[in-house]
């Protein structure tokens, strides 16, 4: 059985429609199949079992693109050049954990290039403006997740075979 057939901008409620739309450039739909590789990045001060609950993932081809940025700048880490990469604001997260993942059931999802995330304020009074590169595909999977954690249907779409820290730079 596939996970969220039919989905659409339409097909969900506006409030939802509007998160993908804040974090996803004219979002369309995809089917991801069983054997998908996803990943995610969460904040390694929360607890462990919390960081797959979120529907903001990515693919390999992405992960590998973020990889080879953290070995050819090391100092930054991995989590940092996700950061950059996903334009992910650092009030939301420190990016300092990592979530690999596999698809085990269908699922259709959102898909594109991720928002620029404006003016988030640093402590020095100063403003950071995150863009994310257009050639980067950020996944939204709704329904897999709420604020208990995740959801049934998250168990059934998405198996969670590794999490671990990783290094990430902090601007504050």
Not at 41 to 61: C, I, M
Not at 106 to 116: K, P
């Amino acid at each position: 059985m596939t996970v969220n057939s039919g989905l659409s901008l339409d097909s969900v409620n506006s409030k939802l429609a509007d998160l993908v739309n804040s974090g996803i450039r004219s979002p369309r739909v995809k089917k991801l199949t069983p054997g998908t590789k996803l990943f995610r990045f969460a904040d390694a001060d929360r607890p462990k079992e919390s960081w797959p609950a979120g529907p903001w993932w990515f693919g390999r081809t992405d992960f590998n693109r973020i990889l080879q940025q953290s070995i050819a700048s090391p100092d930054f880490g991995l989590g940092f050049h996700g950061r950059r990469n996903l334009a992910i604001r650092q009030c939301w997260s420190k990016v300092n954990g990592l979530v690999e993942a596999e698809i085990i059931e269908e699922i259709f999802v959102f898909y594109g290039a991720g928002t620029t995330q404006y003016r988030e304020p640093l402590p020095n009074g100063m403003m950071i403006t995150w863009q994310a590169p257009p050639e980067v595909e950020q996944w939204f999977l709704p329904g897999i997740s709420n604020r208990a954690g995740m959801t049934e249907l998250g168990h059934r779409a998405i198996s969670v075979y590794r999490t671990c820290e990783v290094k990430s730079y902090q601007l504050y």
